[in-house]
């Protein structure tokens, strides 16, 4: 699945009116999350992805808010995301200026629409109209990007249109402090498209996503390779640990360390503990789960799989949890698996394997692998 603004919108409102025509050597993929900034570089071989090198690097000495100047990624100055991903860039060892970088969930909108099978320019020209019943700014302050899907078996007399929607103040923003920090931006990304492209891949089977972030909850349908619809919650990890510091007492790294340590852990020792983080889970699911349940009833392919990501996905017991709830295979998926990588480094990457999918997929955004 490839959708990155590339198709119907103004390539100069997205790059600096350069058109990349041939695939370089190497690219690094550039993840600006909430918490820590993320990279991978890979070196392209034929249609093989060999890892070359992977970073993070905590935000918290780069942003700093400012005041009236909108709101999540935006209120942080250009030069402060610039100083960040120069430092990663050079920290990790990153050798190519080539770069594909995110835009976060949070940031965007990304939805299915259903059109009779009648004429492709028609669709295209009533996709605008309907996009304003959906997106909740002016249609005049986002990008608009979409793509025509093949009918399926399933529905042989309806065609679906994936549509995504992006403020152009964050591609702007993202624009800018990109070019200060001296990166050749090939492509913006939304972090959903990423996500779906290194742990979900080919696989035809309808695949929820749900990436635990630290401020929210992403949960992306993926059927037949291509994304289908994302959805984004208000509820993270750090709401976990803060309800663990308020009702044991604790500072935040040992709220962090009990997480992964204990979680949701059926000991009778550990019940304090669980008693604080259990409710907090079931509410989360809830939610989710009527999410899928609302994708499901609308779409004649069911969701049969479910890919926990995210730093948030380290909760121990949380796996098991899951598929307890939602009644399908449920896993933790690892996006260095659709790379090449070196054996000693294979246990290391299955550790940090959750942080990263979002790079990992960037980093792929410009080839095929199985």
């Known amino acids: 699945m490839d959708l990155t603004f590339l198709k119907k919108l103004n390539l100069s409102q997205l790059f600096s009116g350069k058109f990349f025509a041939s695939r370089p050597n190497r690219i690094v993929g550039i993840d600006i999350g909430v918490s820590s900034t993320k990279v991978v570089q890979l070196k392209y071989e034929s249609e093989r992805a060999i890892l070359e090198t992977y970073g993070e690097l905590l935000n918290v000495n780069y942003f700093k808010e400012v005041s009236g100047v909108g709101g999540g990624f935006l209120r942080y100055l250009d030069q402060d995301i610039a100083s960040l991903v120069k430092d990663i860039l050079k920290e990790s060892h990153v050798t190519t200026k080539e770069a594909v970088v995110a835009i976060p969930a949070t940031s965007s909108f990304v939805t299915t629409l259903s059109f009779p099978i009648i004429p492709r320019n028609e669709i295209e020209k009533a996709i605008p109209f309907e996009a304003?019943?959906?997106?909740?700014?002016?249609?005049?302050?986002?990008?608009?990007?979409?793509?025509?899907?093949?009918?399926?078996?399933?529905?042989?007399?309806?065609?679906?249109?994936?549509?995504?929607?992006?403020?152009?103040?964050?591609?702007?923003?993202?624009?800018?402090?990109?070019?200060?920090?001296?990166?050749?931006?090939?492509?913006?990304?939304?972090?959903?498209?990423?996500?779906?492209?290194?742990?979900?891949?080919?696989?035809?089977?309808?695949?929820?996503?749900?990436?635990l972030g630290s401020q929210s909850t992403t949960i992306a349908m993926v059927d037949r390779g291509k994304l289908r619809v994302s959805n984004n919650i208000n509820r993270g990890s750090q709401e976990l640990t803060k309800a663990l510091e308020r009702g044991l007492g604790i500072n935040t790294e040992r709220a962090d360390a009990l997480k992964k340590e204990v979680g949701l852990s059926e000991l009778a020792e550990e019940k304090e503990i669980v008693s604080v983080l259990t409710p907090l889970v079931e509410i989360l699911f809830s939610e989710l789960e009527r999410l899928i349940s609302l994708y499901n009833r609308k779409s004649p392919r069911k969701i049969q799989k479910i890919n926990l990501t995210g730093g948030g996905s380290n909760l121990k017991g949380l796996v098991e949890k899951a598929n307890l709830k939602f009644g399908v295979e449920v896993t933790k998926g690892n996006p260095f698996n659709r790379l090449i990588t070196p054996a000693f480094l294979q246990p290391v990457l299955r550790q940090i394997a959750t942080d990263f999918p979002v790079a990992v997929g960037l980093a792929l955004h410009e080839i095929s692998v199985k």
């Open 132 to 211: 304003r019943k959906y997106i909740p700014i002016s249609i005049s302050e986002v990008a608009l990007d979409w793509e025509i899907l093949e009918p399926t078996s399933e529905q042989p007399d309806m065609v679906e249109v994936l549509l995504v929607a992006v403020p152009k103040e964050m591609i702007e923003k993202l624009k800018r402090a990109v070019a200060l920090a001296g990166v050749n931006l090939r492509a913006l990304e939304v972090e959903t498209f990423s996500m779906a492209r290194s742990l979900v891949g080919p696989d035809p089977a309808p695949t929820a996503i749900i990436n």
